[in-house]
């Protein structure tokens, strides 16, 4: 009867492991692992005056190497996180909800990444964004990414650089570090915090 007892017990225990063991860690950042949830495209309907948008910080994190990469995800999700945590890129509205969003002050910002994460870029495009989709890029815009149209108070531009040696974008408010890294300067994404 003891002998039945633990092998009962036994059998338990391996069955509440494998249980364990087989649950899914729903934090997996990676495009593919997100490709099913809810997106935000230039597609998606917008009305409204902003409300309910909270400023977010957008981190920025590079991988180095023969294939750099730098790469922004924002402190609600939108994004992706590869390589080495490099600090605050800037910050910016973002909100869960399309109403309220004034489309004479504010871009979406959209986060797309290469298929075999190669490049990492942050557009307001539709055009661009789509052209990206149609060669593969992921959309990894989960929340509603705000971006200013023209100068505030208290803003500074996002400059937008790219090295066509590495096939990397950077973003920055900086504008002597692009260049002193040797980008090519690609313009002005918007106005940020």
């Keep these: 009867m003891r002998n039945k007892v633990l092998l009962t017990i036994k059998s338990l225990l391996v069955a509440v492991f494998l249980f364990t063991s087989c649950e899914t860690d729903n934090q997996d950042t990676s495009p593919?692992?997100?490709?099913?949830?809810?997106?935000?495209?230039?597609?998606?309907?917008?009305?409204?005056?902003?409300?309910?948008a909270v400023n977010e910080k957008v981190y920025r994190y590079y991988r180095g190497g023969s294939q750099s990469l730098h790469t922004y995800q924002t402190q609600s999700g939108s994004g992706i996180a590869v390589g080495n945590y490099e600090g605050v890129a800037f910050v910016t509205?973002?909100?869960?909800?399309s109403a309220g969003i004034d489309r004479n002050k504010y871009n979406i910002l959209y986060f797309l990444a290469h298929p075999q994460l190669q490049d990492f870029i942050m557009t307001t495009s539709a055009t661009e964004f789509w052209n990206l989709r149609g060669r593969g890029w992921k959309n990894v815009t989960r929340r509603y990414v705000l971006i200013q149209k023209r100068s505030?108070?208290?803003?500074?531009?996002?400059?937008?650089?790219?090295?066509?040696?590495?096939?990397?974008?950077?973003?920055?408010?900086?504008?002597?570090?692009?260049?002193?890294?040797?980008?090519?300067?690609?313009?002005?994404?918007?106005?940020?915090?």
């Design 32 to 52: 593919e692992a997100r490709d099913n949830e809810f997106e935000i495209t230039p597609d998606t309907k917008i009305s409204g005056k902003a409300s309910g």
């Design 93 to 97: 509205p973002v909100t869960t909800s």
């Design 152 to 193: 505030g108070s208290g803003t500074k531009k996002l400059y937008r650089f790219y090295n066509r040696t590495n096939s990397d974008h950077l973003y920055t408010t900086n504008y002597s570090e692009g260049v002193n890294a040797g980008y090519r300067y690609e313009g002005v994404t918007g106005w940020v915090y």
